[in-house]
């Protein structure tokens, strides 16, 4: 009888996944965000036929998973991919078509859907708005701002009219800044507009979403209960808008570190899910007859996803709260079932529904810093777990106060540690302060914040939620305090240099390799994660910058942003440029003379401007010239049109800027790099076609007498 030969070693590749096997299937998920992110990243619309490769992969995963595991992951991870590119193109696909709004004041008319509280006046999102009685309903929505003293007082479902105008989303602030027209068009949005005169309004006219009504409502009674501050946070602690929230408060909130308790996510879906749980649980307890006959357990789990699945609707199903409430489900059901309760795996199946239902969140901050965190605190729990452990040691009270103190700190470092970069990429700001503020105003939250609040909605209904209200609020005046006290200390929030894109990708590729494996290969993922930190040092932003009207025109030079600004021209714009290259304040072209050792000098006519001693030059032309500037640099810039051409001149004028947006330019030995924002954006479906001079109305003829 022949020996049976014995099975080949695996290689050391396949070992090491086989050591891994528990870890692989969350990488599906981050294979269908690189799909995604691929998608954005084109300059051109993709074929629909893309859409086939998602099946068609995935068929062949499928027949190659019996006998070749490993190869059916990684054919697994290209459907994922293709999975996560099909998904952005379809939803893309279905968006209805941008609006061009009138350039004039017209009578709007809408039915409202939903009311945001200001601190001057008021705010609505009007659905089925018209341009005018005999327009027909546009497909996407528009935001309003009303008069700071128009007495209407419009609620979800009322129709609404006014005289106003409505302008279409911004462009970016530069080549590669933040999409708002992307944002915008996957969002349903077609224009924002202020109000020129008072509203009328005919109540009860229309639809409004589920809950809207509600959502005002609520509001309202703790606008009336609570006025100032106070009343907004904590407002925005039940239904999600922050409108109303002084802007000091929101700064304080964002200089100490205290902004995601505003954003309502993991921590406030956790608390009101866990309160239900209990609280049901507890009373089911008490009651001997309803005790024998129901599992308590499975009664509680569902009423609390109940209680979770109402907060996320009541608060407008946000990202942060679409991710917390698809992890709390899958918890909730583990929990239910015996199984591991929080898991890489449920992480991941939530990140995968959430880029199904909206692939476009993956690109902001709110998706980013919610999942970075989560992910970072499952990994360092599966890490610390052994440690904590021992320092609980017997269980005694004090050995168990300290272990709460390690995790309270420990979970802020960790996720601060993993947000950080990201809000830097995003805002250009890092708080320093962060784990002193949210050791007080956490628990505080979680104890007598949001606790109170539940109380105080239940009590809504039958107009009892004033002492509930009042409670909530000596809490929130408590986190006000910290984080204005907090935002006060010297240093406490920094400006830097903002990460690129590149920068980014490479953090969160980093922090990913190193949460989501388990083996020591997972530490190569540090490596990655220091490159995407240094990576605002290594990126140059443009040296010349010119806004979409050319009423702004900046030129770096010597760590400092000088500006020639004309009437008009946007404020938000130029806090845009200055936090690109992370600065706090611009100063202004000189009117003539030399600044920047002698990198820009100036006279009435012109200024030439070499922000590196050994670059190219820019001449920016400050009236029509009167001689010829040709020859006298490589780029001319001016905020009019510039009829004289030079041949081997790149030119960047009113007209430039009035076709293809703002433009960036860079000024290096190599010479001259000019970007446009739709050189760098392309033809999307979200990006405005070029624009068509008017063609004026011939006159016709005198009629002859």
């Given amino acids: 009888m022949a020996a049976l030969s014995e099975p080949a070693p695996p290689s050391p590749l396949a070992a090491l996944l086989l050591a891994e096997r528990g870890r692989l299937a969350p990488w599906l998920a981050v294979a269908m965000a690189f799909g995604v992110a691929g998608y954005f990243a084109l300059r051109a619309e993709p074929s629909t036929w893309f859409v086939a490769a998602a099946p068609i992969l995935l068929a062949m995963a499928l027949m190659l998973a019996p006998r070749h ?233 569902l009423a609390a996803l109940a209680a979770g699945g109402f907060y996320m609707l009541l608060t407008g199903s946000q990202v942060p709260m679409q991710r917390s409430f698809a992890m709390a489900t899958l918890v909730t059901l583990a929990l239910l079932a015996g199984r591991n309760a929080i898991s890489m795996r449920g992480l991941a199946l939530a990140a995968a529904a959430v880029m199904l239902v909206d692939p476009a969140a993956l690109l902001g901050p709110s998706f980013q810093m919610s999942f970075a965190a989560v992910m970072a605190l499952i990994a360092g729990w599966e890490s610390l777990r052994g440690p904590l452990r021992r320092l609980a040691g017997d269980g005694s009270w004090w050995r168990r106060a300290l272990v709460a103190a390690a995790g309270l700190v420990l979970t802020s470092l960790l996720a601060g540690a993993a947000t950080a970069p990201i809000g830097l990429a995003h805002f250009g700001r890092l708080q320093w302060y962060g784990v002193i503020a949210n050791a007080i105003a956490v628990p505080l939250t979680s104890v007598l914040v949001m606790p109170a609040g539940m109380v105080a909605a239940v009590a809504m209904p039958l107009g009892l939620e004033a002492p509930a209200l009042a409670v909530m609020g000596w809490g929130v005046e408590g986190v006000l305090a910290v984080a204005r006290e907090v935002a006060s200390w010297p240093g406490a929030a920094t400006g830097a240099r903002p990460l690129p894109g590149w920068g980014l990708v490479a953090f969160m590729s980093g922090l990913t390799w190193l949460c989501l494996w388990a083996r020591r290969w997972r530490l190569l993922g540090v490596p990655l994660m220091l490159l995407g930190m240094a990576s605002g040092a290594l990126h140059r932003p443009p040296d010349l910058l010119v806004s979409g009207d050319a009423r702004l025109i900046a030129v770096a030079a010597q760590d400092r942003l000088w500006l020639q600004r004309q009437p008009g021209a946007s404020a938000f714009l130029r806090d845009q440029w200055l936090r690109a290259h992370g600065l706090a304040q611009a100063d202004a072209l000189p009117a003539s003379g030399e600044e920047a050792g002698g990198a820009i000098r100036c006279d009435a006519a012109a200024c030439l401007l070499r922000p590196h001693a050994d670059g190219a030059v820019a001449l920016l032309l400050r009236r029509p010239a009167e001689a010829s500037p040709c020859g006298r640099a490589a780029l001319l810039v001016a905020a009019e049109p510039i009829r004289l051409r030079c041949p081997d001149t790149v030119a960047i004028d009113r007209f430039s800027v009035w076709r293809d947006g703002p433009h960036a330019a860079w000024l290096g030995p190599e010479g001259v790099r000019v970007v446009s924002d739709r050189a760098w954006r392309g033809a999307r479906p979200w990006v405005p076609p070029p624009p068509r001079p008017r063609v004026r109305e011939e006159m016709p003829p005198a009629p002859v007498e």
Avoid: N
């Fill in 69 to 301: 595991a490993h190869a059916a992951w990684v054919v697994g991870l290209a459907a994922a991919a293709a999975l996560g590119f099909a998904s952005a193109l379809l939803h893309a696909r279905a968006a209805p078509p941008p609006l061009s709004p009138p350039t004039r004041a017209v009578m709007l008319s809408g039915i409202v859907q939903d009311v945001d509280l200001l601190p001057e006046g008021r705010r609505v999102t009007l659905g089925e708005a018209r341009f005018g009685p005999d327009e027909a309903p546009q497909p996407r929505t528009i935001r309003l701002r009303l008069r700071a003293s128009d007495p209407a007082r419009p609620a979800p479902g009322d129709r609404i009219s006014v005289r106003a105008l409505v302008r279409p989303p911004s462009a970016p602030a530069y080549p590669g800044a933040w999409d708002f027209q992307r944002a915008a068009f996957f969002a349903g949005q077609g224009g924002s507009g202020f109000a020129i005169g008072p509203a009328e309004l005919l109540p009860g006219a229309g639809e409004a979403p589920p809950l809207a009504a509600t959502r005002s409502l609520m509001e309202a009674r703790v606008d009336a209960a609570l006025p100032g501050a106070a009343g907004a946070v904590a407002a925005a602690l039940l239904t999600g808008g922050q409108s109303a929230i002084p802007r000091e408060d929101l700064v304080a909130m964002r200089d100490s570190g205290l902004a995601h308790l505003l954003s309502v996510s993991g921590l406030h879906i956790a608390i009101v899910m866990g309160v239900c749980f209990w609280v049901v649980r507890l009373l089911i307890a008490g009651i001997r007859p309803i005790a024998v006959r129901t599992d308590g357990k499975v009664a509680a789990g």
